[in-house]
């Protein structure tokens, strides 16, 4: 067993058992920016995309599976990168978050995304890696969130790196997007539990493009394995501090087949650096180690099939059954339930519950959104689906309080315990932010950690957190179009879930609760858009 099983393990139970270091508070006054800083670079503003009206959430969570087939040009890519990383409007609703006291004040502003961030932090760095059958000169270009532009780091094909980095794997294009996650704009604040919060942001991230994508028939399709080593020193980032996540192939409009670019010879590599702004950069022991144990075998893509055995468990048929209601439709289009999305932070009102069919429709997107496609053996038809939904059940029209496991392909729950759940949903939050008993529900994703670790290695860490990321994401943007509140945390006991639930018999780690409901009439807000 490799490192990731332990610190698996770790973040089960650190609830009862803190990680080191136990007693670390983060410097807010040294803290970095919120996205890397290239000083002198030439920047391109991208250009205004529209956004069509029918492309819908109902479409990007259930389309035909082969059908985004439309290509890609520099208008659509700067829409979806705008709607999910750039910034939309500045936050400033009054809310029960703890950073509530310093958002009027300009340098401590928070702005929305469409895509969902642990902490608010968006450590995610987006690269473009753009050849000769692009619209620009090839090169190596930084999306640069603030200012909605790509910042040039490199002039020169070197799309044949990014090509043979990916052993085959999207081998009919020179266009990528690369992902990394610089881990100090996370960890200043999470230490050792920076891993498992950027390892979902990654994720979140991803399905925000295959939700923006497929609603307008574009393909998004991650590769997850790959030689990580060669894009770091092509993209000019120190190992120990930046991990390259992910890479997305860009089918091109306009692209004639022209014959593919062949590796540079050489280390052709980024020479711009990204000016940091704290005056002292922290490491930590666990996050060094993950890096390093998930980076190991990153070239080992599993074969098919290989998840098999880490698929999540079927529903027990013994368990009593609770028929759902069918789920509410969807019509609202990608952008504006992306603009629209937002944390909920203590305005949940039990006083108004949940629909039947609206909790089917959160359950529904959730379950959609566990289908992360490309090279991850989870992609809907063939795919494995790793996760399996829970829900706790407070608030809901038609529906007992209780705890229930839902399954998807009826779509129906099952009740696991019943009774008021509030009590134990508050007793096992960590926070003070949220009132969990006042919300309708709170959906609980699980997966298989430690059979996953087995059945791929270490990297499948990227690939468990991420999958729970894309069902985060999916959550969020089905309740902004339903109307509801919606917020999720990683702040809450583990082992408390696992043992409530009767998990210990089928492996099943709690990773995440998210919490959706009907919020307070008439908040004190004020709307703020800049996109």
């Given at each position: 067993?490799g490192?990731?099983h332990?610190?698996?393990?770790a973040?089960m139970?650190?609830?009862r058992?803190?990680m080191?270091?136990?007693?670390?508070?983060?410097?807010?006054s040294?803290?970095?920016?919120?996205?890397?800083?290239?000083?002198g670079?030439?920047s391109?503003?991208l250009?205004?995309?529209?956004?069509p009206?029918d492309a819908?959430l109902d479409?990007a969570?259930?389309g035909?599976?082969?059908t985004?087939?439309?290509p890609?040009?520099?208008?659509?890519?700067?829409g979806?990168?705008?709607?999910?990383?750039?910034?939309?409007?500045r936050?400033l609703?009054?809310?029960?978050?703890?950073?509530?006291s310093?958002?009027?004040?300009?340098?401590?502003?928070?702005?929305?995304?469409?895509?969902a961030?642990g902490?608010?932090?968006?450590?995610v760095s987006?690269?473009w890696?753009?050849?000769p059958?692009g619209?620009?000169a090839?090169?190596?270009?930084?999306?640069?969130t603030r200012?909605?532009?790509?910042?040039?780091?490199?002039t020169?094909d070197?799309?044949?790196?990014?090509r043979?980095?990916l052993g085959?794997h999207?081998t009919?294009t020179?266009?990528?997007?690369?992902?990394g996650?610089?881990?100090?704009?996370n960890?200043f604040?999470y230490n050792?539990?920076?891993?498992?919060a950027?390892?979902?942001?990654?994720?979140?991230?991803?399905?925000?493009w295959?939700?923006?994508a497929?609603a307008?028939g574009?393909?998004v399709?991650?590769?997850?394995?790959f030689d990580?080593?060669?894009?770091q020193?092509?993209l000019?980032v120190?190992a120990?501090?930046?991990g390259?996540f992910?890479?997305?192939?860009?089918k091109?409009?306009g692209?004639?087949?022209s014959?593919?670019?062949?590796?540079?010879?050489g280390?052709v590599?980024?020479?711009?650096?990204d000016?940091?702004?704290?005056?002292e950069?922290?490491?930590f022991?666990a996050?060094l180690?993950?890096q390093?144990t998930t980076a190991?075998?990153a070239t080992?893509?599993p074969a098919?099939?290989?998840?098999?055995?880490?698929?999540?468990?079927?529903?027990d048929?013994?368990?009593?059954?609770a028929?759902?209601?069918?789920?509410?439709?969807?019509p609202?289009d990608?952008?504006t339930?992306?603009?629209?999305?937002?944390?909920?932070?203590?305005?949940?009102?039990?006083?108004?519950p949940v629909t039947?069919?609206?909790?089917?429709a959160?359950?529904?997107?959730s379950?959609?959104?566990?289908?992360?496609g490309?090279?991850t053996?989870?992609?809907?038809?063939?795919?494995?689906?790793?996760?399996r939904l829970y829900?706790?059940?407070?608030?809901?029209?038609?529906?007992?309080?209780?705890?229930?496991a839902?399954?998807?392909?009826?779509?129906?729950l099952r009740?696991v315990?019943?009774?008021?759940?509030?009590?134990?949903?508050?007793r096992?939050?960590?926070?003070?932010?949220?009132?969990?008993?006042?919300?309708?529900?709170v959906?609980v994703?699980t997966?298989?950690t430690?059979?996953?670790?087995?059945?791929v290695?270490?990297?499948?860490?990227?690939?468990?957190?991420?999958?729970i990321g894309?069902?985060?994401?999916?959550?969020?943007?089905?309740?902004?179009?339903?109307?509801l509140?919606?917020?999720v945390?990683?702040?809450?006991?583990?082992?408390?879930?696992i043992?409530?639930?009767?998990l210990?018999?089928?492996?099943?780690a709690?990773?995440?609760?998210m919490?959706?409901?009907?919020?307070?009439p008439?908040?004190a807000?004020?709307?703020?858009?800049?996109?």
């Amino acid at each position: 067993m490799g490192y990731a099983h332990d610190y698996a393990a770790a973040i089960m139970q650190r609830g009862r058992v803190p990680m080191a270091p136990a007693d670390f508070v983060p410097d807010w006054s040294d803290g970095p920016r919120k996205a890397k800083y290239y000083p002198g670079v030439e920047s391109l503003p991208l250009p205004a995309a529209g956004y069509p009206a029918d492309a819908s959430l109902d479409r990007a969570f259930h389309g035909e599976t082969g059908t985004a087939d439309a290509p890609f040009d520099l208008t659509s890519l700067s829409g979806m990168l705008l709607d999910s990383y750039g910034l939309t409007g500045r936050r400033l609703g009054v809310q029960a978050n703890t950073d509530l006291s310093a958002l009027p004040f300009y340098p401590l502003a928070n702005w929305s995304r469409g895509s969902a961030s642990g902490g608010g932090l968006y450590p995610v760095s987006v690269y473009w890696v753009s050849g000769p059958r692009g619209p620009l000169a090839p090169g190596v270009h930084y999306y640069s969130t603030r200012h909605h532009t790509m910042q040039r780091l490199l002039t020169g094909d070197v799309s044949g790196e990014v090509r043979a980095a990916l052993g085959g794997h999207g081998t009919d294009t020179d266009q990528y997007l690369v992902l990394g996650v610089k881990y100090w704009q996370n960890s200043f604040k999470y230490n050792s539990f920076s891993f498992h919060a950027v390892s979902m942001d990654l994720g979140a991230a991803v399905q925000t493009w295959r939700m923006w994508a497929g609603a307008r028939g574009l393909s998004v399709e991650p590769a997850m394995w790959f030689d990580e080593a060669r894009l770091q020193r092509l993209l000019g980032v120190p190992a120990d501090e930046e991990g390259v996540f992910a890479v997305i192939p860009l089918k091109w409009a306009g692209d004639n087949g022209s014959p593919a670019s062949r590796p540079v010879p050489g280390n052709v590599s980024v020479r711009r650096r990204d000016v940091e702004r704290s005056r002292e950069v922290l490491t930590f022991d666990a996050l060094l180690r993950m890096q390093a144990t998930t980076a190991a075998h990153a070239t080992e893509r599993p074969a098919p099939g290989a998840l098999a055995p880490a698929a999540a468990p079927p529903a027990d048929p013994d368990l009593p059954l609770a028929p759902l209601p069918a789920a509410e439709p969807l019509p609202t289009d990608v952008r504006t339930a992306l603009r629209r999305r937002r944390s909920s932070f203590g305005r949940f009102d039990a006083s108004r519950p949940v629909t039947g069919g609206q909790l089917a429709a959160c359950l529904a997107a959730s379950s959609a959104g566990s289908h992360l496609g490309g090279d991850t053996g989870t992609d809907r038809g063939e795919g494995v689906r790793l996760t399996r939904l829970y829900a706790f059940v407070n608030h809901v029209e038609g529906l007992e309080p209780g705890a229930y496991a839902y399954d998807p392909d009826a779509p129906e729950l099952r009740l696991v315990k019943a009774g008021r759940p509030g009590e134990f949903l508050q007793r096992n939050y960590f926070l003070s932010n949220y009132n969990l008993e006042q919300a309708g529900a709170v959906l609980v994703p699980t997966v298989r950690t430690s059979a996953v670790l087995d059945a791929v290695g270490d990297r499948g860490y990227r690939l468990v957190n991420a999958t729970i990321g894309a069902v985060a994401q999916s959550l969020y943007t089905a309740c902004s179009a339903l109307e509801l509140g919606c917020g999720v945390a990683l702040g809450f006991d583990n082992v408390s879930y696992i043992e409530e639930l009767g998990l210990d018999a089928t492996g099943e780690a709690p990773l995440l609760i998210m919490m959706v409901g009907n919020e307070r009439p008439a908040p004190a807000d004020f709307r703020y858009e800049i996109a």
